[in-house]
């Protein structure tokens, strides 16, 4: 997961915006951008909360990237609060089916399969924007729903990896000790 040369201990682990997990926030923000300016009322606290809970599930990943080029600990903690954003998203977009007495999708639903399968593979605001004017109230939830359900897992695999790595390579202060003793010829 980390890419050190041997004298090194800094983490570059890639680019941030190249994790499906990331992609699918940002897909996420804009839907929940739209959907907000077009269903919910001027002045709805609820407007600025799912606004705001679909912005820190993106903005946290990127910001916890960065920090973990020093710090695991921050990363893992910000990347976790993107995790915590979208299960609040989760919670208002389940509050707007059930408060407008619409279904929420699942296995038995005729279309289920499909959206899941749309969403497993289109990772880009682009691929979801043609349909925001014609999707229903209740389309549009249950495909932000497929959304957060999979940003998530693949938030919570990405936490575990980082896990993992951390068990077998240490951190940040470990590699730096490491790299020093390596430069000195310890």
């Known amino acids: 997961m980390s890419r050190l040369n041997p004298n090194?201990?800094?983490?570059?682990?890639?680019?941030y915006r190249d994790f499906i997990f990331y992609k699918k926030t940002k897909v996420l923000y804009d839907m929940?951008?739209?959907?907000?300016?077009?269903?919910?009322?001027?002045?709805d606290r609820t407007k600025d909360q799912m606004e705001q809970a679909a912005r820190s599930g993106k903005q946290n990943i990127a910001e916890?990237?960065?920090?973990?080029?020093?710090?695991?600990?921050?990363?893992?903690k910000l990347?976790?609060?993107?995790r915590g954003s979208?299960?609040?998203?989760?919670?208002?977009?389940?509050?707007?089916?059930?408060?407008?007495?619409?279904?929420m999708w699942d296995k038995s639903h005729p279309r289920y399969e499909k959206m899941v399968q749309f969403c497993y593979h289109h990772h880009n605001p682009?691929?979801?924007?043609?349909?925001?004017?014609?999707?229903s109230k209740e389309e549009f939830c249950n495909v932000a729903?497929?959304?957060?359900h999979q940003a998530d897992r693949g938030i919570w695999s990405w936490l575990k990896a980082k896990e993992k790595?951390?068990?077998?390579?240490?951190?940040?202060?470990?590699?730096?000790a490491a790299a020093r003793r390596n430069v000195r010829g310890y």
């Open 126 to 135: 682009e691929d979801y924007r043609p349909y925001f004017e014609r999707w």
């Open 145 to 148: 729903l497929t959304l957060i």
């Open 32 to 43: 929940t951008y739209w959907y907000q300016n077009h269903y919910l009322v001027k002045g």
């Open 79 to 82: 990347v976790n609060t993107a």
């Open 86 to 103: 979208l299960i609040e998203l989760r919670e208002d977009y389940e509050d707007q089916l059930r408060v407008n007495e619409l279904h």
């Open 8 to 15: 090194g201990f800094l983490n570059g682990g890639g680019d």
């Open 64 to 76: 916890g990237h960065a920090d973990g080029m020093t710090s695991l600990e921050m990363e893992l």
């Open 165 to 176: 790595q951390f068990l077998e390579e240490g951190g940040i202060k470990e590699k730096m």
